[in-house]
């Protein structure tokens, strides 16, 4: 792969920046790459694992000549780092971010994007269940989906570059409208985020099944709830609360759903469970088959991502 960019700026550096870096590198994408924390935590550990070439005290600092910004912060924090960053943004550079809601980052980020300056929203769906720069390795986008979500008036040859860039990082790329994204994440993570997080609840809360039988009997399916379950809680809290609208739409279909299944149970309705459960598990080959996942006992995760 050929260098697309020559510098750029990541702001957060958590599991998706930290795996971004990595990715640029293993393929020569990018001549120098800055990165920004807030906590000083993370910035110290980020020098001592030689994450980004050079690691800022200042965000302002870290973009000052970047061709490309990439916000990695949660959702709720986006605006506030577009505040900060836009007097010192490069004229003809490209923001984008990796948010997993895109209107509400659209509308949080776009007002604060100088004349001259080029916005493209995106979101790689791609993660672990863990969190922080020592978390990123190279291989998290490989064979993995990055949706671009262009706004009115998004630069052609911006798009195309921050497009060369995802695959150069491993990454299929596609394009989409921002609440078609917003929905059909709703459907394929944010709901069942919500409804793991609510299982491993009330197993916690059902004091009838003790803390070790959950622990120990776990392979029986619960142990992929709390794979799910351990997820970020700022980033999920901000998804919730700016994905709301196609969160809650999902979830009403999800109970009417539960209910038909409850009805079928207690009314001994074996036929319906049977065609309910033979449609779902086709889903499951057709992802297989999309080679999204594999059908080995540990679901495909290796050791880079376990």
Not at 265 to 279: A, C, N, P, Q, V
Request: hydrophobic share 45%.
């Amino acid at each position: 792969m050929s260098q697309v960019y020559d510098r750029i700026a990541l702001i957060g550096l958590g599991l998706i920046a930290s795996s971004m870096f990595w990715a640029i590198k293993r393929s020569g994408l990018a001549g120098e790459v800055t990165g920004y924390a807030r906590s000083e935590a993370t910035r110290d550990a980020a020098r001592r694992i030689g994450l980004c070439d050079r690691v800022c005290d200042t965000a302002r600092e870290a973009v000052e000549g970047a061709d490309l910004v990439v916000l990695c912060v949660p959702v709720g924090a986006m605006e506030a780092v577009a505040t900060d960053i836009a007097p010192v943004l490069k004229p003809g550079a490209t923001v984008t971010d990796v948010g997993s809601v895109k209107r509400h980052v659209i509308q949080a980020v776009s007002p604060h994007i100088p004349e001259g300056v080029h916005f493209v929203p995106a979101h790689p769906l791609a993660g672990t269940e863990h969190s922080g720069p020592e978390a990123g390795f190279a291989e998290l986008y490989d064979n993995r989906w990055c949706l671009l979500v262009p706004v009115e008036g998004s630069d052609p040859d911006a798009i195309a570059r921050l497009r060369a860039l995802w695959e150069g990082m491993g990454a299929n790329v596609d394009e989409m409208d921002a609440d078609h994204h917003d929905l059909v994440l709703a459907v394929t993570s944010h709901a069942p985020h919500l409804i793991a997080y609510t299982m491993v609840g009330v197993a916690d809360d059902l004091r009838r099944v003790t803390d070790t039988e959950v622990i120990k009997y776990s392979a029986a399916g619960f142990r992929d709830f709390t794979r799910i379950a351990a997820s970020d809680p700022t980033m999920w809290r901000d998804v919730f609360l700016t994905n709301k609208d196609a969160t809650l739409e999902i979830l009403g279909r999800f109970t009417e759903e539960l209910f038909a299944l409850q009805r079928a149970i207690r009314t001994g309705d074996g036929e319906h469970l049977f065609d309910y459960f033979t449609r779902t598990r086709a889903i499951r080959r057709g992802i297989i088959d999309a080679g999204q996942d594999t059908d080995a006992p540990d679901f495909g995760r290796g050791k880079a991502s376990s």
